[in-house]
């Protein structure tokens, strides 16, 4: 007689080992890559404007192009990983838009920048809910938004470091030095991850012709059990049942945290990419020395591997309350940053702490996603929550190329830039209320919509 486990309590059952630090280092790289490519043209923008004789107002398309192509691509790619596997999503998507980047490189003209932009963001799109999902699918829960967190900081730590970059190389090498960094990076990943990254053990539980993988997998995740060749692997029914469709986003208690969560995604992806992209580009246009700008900038990044610290041991105690506070915090932060007058540490010290808050709060929207949902429609629904937030960060560095057209004093800028986040404090406030009804506690789960 074979020996049965139930997937979920044998994933749960796992102590945290080898098999979750290889996974967390392949995650951590992807996002990492992404990160990097994802702020490039932010850092490079002014180098473009002045060489291609262009206005700093038409540099918004080509911001918007990448986050366009996320909103087209994270959807697609997600639902493609509920069908076809996380894994190979992933791989696909770091290599379509290493290749991207690489061309970028070469770019002459901003329509060459906006399609190139484009089918990255299609690529980036991709990998971020299948990364999510794939760490959902695999970690412990008592560990599973930790561990989501840390993999995500791999974006901060990619932000931050094409900062420095930009800040020692291009004077020398010139704007092109830092979509070719950004390129080698993805395009090395996606060998080394096709040899070693793993598949969801769920979706191979499901999957027909995937036995094989999914005993060597089952292996590799819990050394401490003797698996042997014929062992049954058994998810929970409505795993089995789910028909996968958008509908279920919305059943029993999701009705209405689904698009409050949506609104979360939209407006801290919204105030993210303004200053991503944006905020090198408004410094420079405000007389504020390149160094200062770029300090600044790299100060936001760096907050926000704090921010994802402090995500990490506050969510499992607060859950979404912590979001509560990060768009609380955020707010007035980003108002100061207007404020030339206060000088070039205060300035700084206040873009460590948006980055704290602002990418803080993403940091707990992305975790949420992964914990609010259940396999069969965890990659689209995280997909979608971040196709639906990359309006937001399309919205974002457009307005913010809009008001520096608009000659505005750099106060009213970032005021302007503020207001939106006091929608994101409402919607989380809600949020929180919704999921300590659902689940009789602010912490999260994944409990299936199906058994709610």
């Known amino acids: 007689m074979p020996t049965t486990y139930q997937v979920n309590d044998f ?56 986050n366009l192509g996320i909103f087209l691509g994270a959807p697609l790619l997600g639902w493609l990983g ?165 509908g279920e986003l919305f059943k029993g208690g999701l009705v209405w945290i689904t698009p409050l969560l949506w609104l979360c995604f939209s407006i801290a992806l919204m105030a993210n990419f303004f200053l991503n992209n944006t905020l090198p580009l408004i410094y420079d246009n405000y007389g504020l020395p390149a160094h200062e700008a770029a300090v600044t900038a790299t100060m936001y ?25 990060m768009f609380a915090i955020g707010a007035p932060a ?10 070039f540490h205060a300035l700084a010290l206040l873009g460590g702490i948006a980055g704290v808050t602002m990418l803080g709060a993403q940091f707990g929207n992305n975790a949420a996603a992964g914990l609010l949902y259940p396999t069969s429609i965890r990659g689209k629904g995280v997909g979608i929550a971040l196709s639906i937030g990359r309006l937001g960060a399309i919205i974002g560095p457009a307005v913010g190329a809009m008001l520096l057209g608009m000659n505005l004093a750099m106060s009213t800028v970032f005021l302007l830039a503020a207001l939106p986040i006091i929608a994101g404090l409402v919607a989380a406030v809600l949020l929180s209320w919704l999921c300590y009804r659902r689940f009789n506690s602010f912490l999260l789960d994944d409990t299936p919509v199906s058994e709610v």
């Open 301 to 325: 990044h760096a907050g926000g591997i704090l921010g994802g610290l402090l995500i990490c041991i506050l969510l499992d105690r607060m859950g979404f309350l912590v979001v509560v506070l």
């Open 82 to 246: 509920d069908k076809f596997g996380r894994r190979p999503l992933i791989i696909f998507g770091t290599l379509l838009y290493g290749s991207m980047t690489l061309l970028m490189s070469f770019s002459t003209t901003m329509q060459e920048m906006i399609i190139l932009r484009l089918i990255a963001g299609i690529g980036i799109g991709g990998i971020m809910p299948n990364t999510i999902s794939l760490n959902s699918e695999l970690s412990p829960k008592k560990f599973r938004s930790t561990l989501i967190v840390l993999m995500f900081m791999g974006i901060t730590t990619g932000s931050t470091a094409v900062g420095l970059v930009a800040t020692y190389f291009m004077p020398a090498y010139g704007w092109q030095i830092v979509f070719r960094t950004g390129a080698i990076l993805p395009l090395i990943l996606s060998v080394c991850l096709v040899f070693g990254l793993p598949e969801s053990l769920k979706l191979l539980a499901i999957k027909p012709g995937a036995r094989k993988e999914m005993i060597k997998t089952a292996r590799k995740l819990r050394p401490d059990l003797v698996i042997a060749d014929d062992a049954v692997f058994i998810n929970p029914p409505i795993i089995e049942k789910s028909a996968g469709n958008i």
């Open 334 to 343: 980003i108002v100061l940053l207007g404020h030339q007058s206060l000088g």
């Open 11 to 66: 994933v749960d059952g796992q102590k945290i080992g080898r098999f979750n630090i290889m996974l967390l280092i392949w995650s951590f790289l992807a996002m990492f890559a992404d990160g990097f490519d994802l702020n490039s043209l932010g850092f490079t923008a002014p180098d473009l404007t002045r060489l291609w004789g262009v206005e700093r107002s038409a540099m918004g398309p080509v911001l918007s192009a990448n």
